[in-house]
């Protein structure tokens, strides 16, 4: 138990503008946030433990959690170790400039955080897309979503010791980081959807291999999935049942995307909103009415099967030939006014809100990303759970902790 | 001040004379001499081939580690196996991309907790400069102020080629090292 001095001692700290990292720091620096143990009368039975930043289990934030024995009274996400003020940055650049850092705060899924990007900056500038661009942007977004999606589930496989799901959602991942980097000539930063359109054309022969990774990854890759690790038993006894977020919970913590399907709620902004292509393209949408652990980790597998579909489509559909970009000028700029558009990421509904003034560069811009409403959900679920059920519960959440920071 | 009695016997039983203690560091040194090249190499060596780096996520470029120890790349092959267990089992950090005004301070306390000898990758543009956040208000410019980088491997993110190059080049760093 930290006292109130040690608070004070840290605050100071920060608020020093020279941040003097070569002393050595001590544990008694670190901010306490153990405040609400020693508000409880019967403090001695529980126990803070603070799980990362340097911790297998936790990714790039902080969980403070107290127990109780096994059980979790309370847990507090700790973010800022990320924290990049990309916000701020882009009242600094234009809107071209913006984009190579709009797409890192999730740079496997690079795609969809630009993609309702480059729809609120065509919106305020007043910019028509090419048709064959729209298509390009399709494939583009739906390929980062299933190499997301795989990331996410080889990290869930590590978090709960299963490390044959690393390996294999890995190393199939590369199929699709392949066809991304065909396409824009980087593997996962592609900045490949810009204001306007696209970067640069598909090469000749990016349909005959995508045709062929896709039907390789559908035929073989998938089915070894289910049962490697949907109906492992070891892995349903760890989430079935695990984490549960009833229908009315989720919509009051106003979570998003898989998470908000696995609780039997219908939504995706692919289907309610559909922007470009989007309404032109048949897919389905799974939900699930568990709202479990469970749920939440194989809906994203079904939504990589509908990824898939779509891209057969938009390859199919494409015009073979045409413009890809519309002409801008150097600095493009357009009336003063605000846009707000959002897409369907790999996460959840993903919306860019942004403020012109009248010059080429946002007055004011707003990402409303997807891994904070999840992350809302996590201290709801946590209480009561096992510390054992921490791992499942936080990372089949779907959050991404960079983009929680931006 | 003056030391008592028994104290001073005591010193004499474990060190007769000054003669004898000046021969056998003699001794020590040439000893050491002879030994130091194929010792140091021995000790290299087994040093090049158990890289274990600490999992601590700075950025995102944590994403191309991943990559990098998928089956595609395979950084097993190369002894480097992120440990997931203590800190004291460690030798490696690969700092992965922006170093914040929040993370410098653990990142500086998990270094000093590692045992000697340890080795720091500086991995990415963040790590190196700042990179595409050098204007921002929060990110330090480059991880050289709170860590010593033996190697700085480029990129935004480095692919994962890059990587494994970084990591070959800190084993020939190692292979040169003399022993302390
Ligand atoms: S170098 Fe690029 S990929 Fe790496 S942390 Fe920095 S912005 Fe992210």
Not at chain 1, 248 to 266: E, K, P
Not at chain 1, 367 to 376: E, H, I, K
Not at chain 1, 378 to 393: E, F, S, T, W, Y
Request: glycine share 8%; charged share 25%; aromatic share 8%.
């Amino acid at each position: 138990m930290s006292s109130a001095t040690d608070n004070s001692a840290y605050n100071n700290k920060d608020n020093d503008a020279s941040l003097d990292v070569n002393t050595r720091s001590t544990n008694a620096q670190l901010p306490s946030r153990s405040f609400h143990v020693e508000q409880l009368e019967d403090r001695d039975r529980y126990m803070t433990l603070s799980i990362g930043p340097q911790h297998p289990g936790s990714g790039h934030m902080r969980i403070i959690v107290v127990v109780d024995g096994d059980i979790i009274v309370s847990a507090d996400p700790d973010v800022g170790y990320v924290h990049r003020g990309e916000e701020k940055m882009s009242e600094s650049r234009t809107f071209v400039q913006n984009v190579p850092h709009i797409e890192r705060p999730v740079i496997h899924d690079s795609s969809n955080i630009l993609y309702s990007y480059c729809l609120a900056v065509e919106e305020l500038i007043g910019l028509q897309t090419p048709e064959r661009a729209k298509y390009l942007r399709a494939i583009l977004a739906e390929i980062d979503r299933i190499q997301y999606t795989l990331y996410w589930l080889a990290i869930l496989g590590i978090f709960i010791g299963h490390s044959t799901m690393f390996m294999w959602a890995t190393a199939d991942r590369e199929l699709f980081v392949e066809l991304a980097d065909m396409a824009s000539g980087n593997r996962i930063t592609h900045s490949y959807i810009i204001p306007g359109g696209v970067r640069n054309d598909l090469p000749d022969v990016f349909a005959d291999k995508a045709f062929k990774f896709i039907d390789y990854f559908e035929r073989k890759r998938l089915p070894e999935y289910h049962k490697i690790f949907y109906d492992n038993p070891l892995f349903r006894q760890r989430s079935e049942g695990v984490g549960v977020l009833s229908r009315s919970d989720a919509i009051s913590l106003g979570v998003t995307g898989s998470v908000l399907r696995a609780s039997g709620i219908d939504y995706d902004v692919r289907k309610r909103e559909p922007y470009d292509i989007y309404s032109d393209i048949e897919f389905e949408v799974p939900i699930s009415k568990a709202g479990d652990s469970f749920a939440r980790s194989i809906l994203p597998i079904y939504d990589i099967q509908q990824s898939i579909n779509i891209i057969r489509q938009c390859l199919a559909k494409m015009p073979p030939s045409g413009q890809i970009r519309a002409k801008l000028q150097p600095n493009p700029r357009g009336p003063p006014g605000e846009a707000y558009r959002r897409v369907e990421s790999g996460r959840g509904a993903l919306g860019h809100y942004i403020v012109s003034d009248g010059t080429p560069k946002p007055y004011r811009h707003k990402m409303s990303v997807p891994s904070v409403r999840n992350l809302t959900a996590m201290p709801h679920l946590l209480k009561g759970a096992r510390l054992a059920d921490l791992p499942v519960i936080y990372w089949s959440l779907n959050i991404w902790p960079v983009e929680i920071e931006r | 001040m003056e030391e008592p009695q028994s104290q001073k016997s005591f010193r004499n039983l474990i060190d007769p004379g000054a003669g004898f203690g000046a021969f056998v560091g003699k001794l020590g040194d040439a000893l050491v001499k002879a030994i130091d090249r194929p010792l140091g190499y021995a000790v290299n060596w087994g040093r090049i081939f158990s890289l274990w780096p600490v999992h601590l996520e700075t950025g995102c470029c944590s994403v191309e580690l991943g990559a990098a120890s998928s089956p595609r790349y395979d950084l097993e092959r190369y002894g480097v196996l992120e440990a997931f267990g203590s800190l004291r089992q460690c030798d490696l950090i690969i700092v992965l991309g922006t170093v914040n005004r929040k993370m410098a301070p653990r990142l500086r306390l998990v270094y000093d907790q590692m045992p000697e000898p340890k080795y720091v990758i500086a991995m990415g543009a963040c790590a190196i400069t700042g990179g595409l956040y050098f204007d921002s208000y929060n990110v330090l410019p480059g991880v050289d102020n709170v860590l010593p980088a033996d190697v700085h491997v480029p990129g935004c993110p480095p692919r994962p080629e890059t990587l494994i190059q970084g990591i070959m080049l800190l084993q020939e760093k190692i292979k040169r090292d003399q022993l302390k």
